[in-house]
């Protein structure tokens, strides 16, 4: 899960520029803080299922799932394990 | 604290207000840019034809220039309808199809390569349009495309990021070539270009940059849908403007701006808009929908959330150190 949530705040640091004086902690709120708008959320998606291989589905499109880099990291990580498990 | 929302809070004294934009505009265009008339694109739509009747109210019809833009897929109704509020107002009108230009700038073709990863079956005989989804959080939405093929059946899938942003940046060509029609008119003229948002596009952000947000002045950017629906009885314009319900008149597919960009019909988004402006609290305005408070809250944080990412859009060119220029006369 480590691995799962450095990939992830790599890629919002990276893609969304997130200033190192940002302080973005793995809680806060991706949409709060201003790091993604409604653009750079579509972006997300299609990162998170290119590179993980998952489908994120119209009612996962949730705060709760993908509102913070805990939540990504949680979510990911479960639908990784459905998928080994299916 | 300011008044508290009731149904009349956007009501206004049309003649007041129309004396007042009168005057404001023989300033800024005659005084201040210093130009002998205005350049008006005429949509057929509500925003335009006001600024139109308002133009020919301040400056006189001859002083007044009408452009009929359309391309090949214009409602047929738009040009239309501009032509019967053109020769209502008295001012003369110009046609220009910026069809061909579309083609040549590659406008359709490099749309409908991105429709055709979402749906490879897709032919230029199709027609689609963007439409926006989710909304369960404010500034977690997503959008959908919609196509529908020649016999009428109707497909939607999502968007991926790449395709949506190639999607929305070839479809704003339509606006840009527009105002670089209205610019060729307005130089050769010296004229001023009228823009034409109201209040919600302004605040929202629901233009294009250097497209339809390009103008010399705005006469109703300071007025809700609502207001200007009722400058557009009070004007006399034609039923069919002053009924018709916005659209963006952008994509193939009929669209409504609801569905593209609000996320709510006009009249909801103007009572929400007002309310926010007003510092009222989301119990009232739960109250004023007839809304949960959870979903009035949401329309709060959409609303702050759209200003903030299209702030960019209002910003003109920074500069990596300030320069002295004049100000305008009077400004």
């Known amino acids: 899960m480590s691995d799962i949530r450095q990939q992830l705040r790599s890629y919002i640091e990276e893609n969304f520029i997130v200033s190192a004086s940002a302080s973005l902690t793995d809680s806060d709120s991706l949409l709060d803080k201003g790091v993604v708008d409604s653009t750079g959320f579509i972006e997300l998606i299609t990162y998170l299922e290119e590179r993980f291989a998952i489908e994120v589905r119209d009612d996962e499109m949730i705060p709760e799932n993908l509102d913070s880099i805990d939540n990504l990291t949680t979510y990911v990580d479960r639908k990784l394990q459905a998928a080994a498990t299916a | 604290m300011p008044a508290e929302y009731s149904p009349h809070c956007l009501d206004i004294d049309c003649d007041a207000e129309i004396s007042h934009i009168d005057l404001r505009m023989q ?101 689609s349009k963007i439409i926006i989804a989710g909304g369960s959080h404010a500034g977690m939405t997503f959008f959908k495309l919609v196509v529908q093929t020649p016999n009428g059946e109707l497909q939607e899938k999502r ?141 709060y944080a959409d609303i702050e959330s759209k200003r903030r990412t299209t702030a960019y859009l209002h910003t003109p060119p920074l500069l990596i150190e300030p320069v002295d220029l004049p100000k305008l006369a009077g400004a």
């Open chain 2, 159 to 299: 968007l991926p990021a790449k395709q949506y942003l190639q999607i929305v940046a070839a479809t704003n060509y339509k606006q840009r070539l527009r105002k670089a029609m209205e610019y060729y008119h307005a130089d050769r003229l010296h004229y001023s270009v009228i823009g034409t948002p109201n209040r919600l596009e302004y605040d929202q952000g629901f233009f294009v940059k250097g497209g339809d947000g390009l103008a010399d002045v705005k006469p109703i950017a300071h007025l809700y849908k609502t207001q200007v629906y009722q400058l557009a009885r009070h004007l006399r314009l034609p039923a069919d403007v002053c009924n018709a319900r916005p659209t963006t008149d952008t994509y193939s597919l009929a669209q409504g701006q609801d569905e593209f960009y609000f996320g709510l019909p006009y009249e909801k988004m103007d009572v929400a808009l007002w309310c926010h402006n007003h510092h009222r609290p989301v119990e009232e305005l739960a109250a004023a929908l007839e809304l949960p408070e959870t979903a009035a809250a949401r329309i």
């Open chain 2, 27 to 127: 300033e800024i265009v005659l005084q201040q840019l210093r130009r002998r008339g205005v350049i008006i694109a005429m949509s057929g739509g509500v925003d335009s034809s006001v600024c139109a009747a308002l133009a020919v109210h301040a400056f006189g019809r001859e002083r007044v220039l009408g452009l009929l833009l359309p391309e090949h897929e214009s409602a047929g109704t738009s040009a239309q309808l501009g032509q019967v509020v053109a020769e209502q107002l008295g001012i003369e009108f110009l046609t220009e199809h910026i069809g061909p230009a579309l083609e040549a700038v590659g406008c359709y073709r490099r749309r409908d390569e991105a429709i055709k990863v979402v749906f490879p079956e897709y032919t230029s005989a199709w027609k």
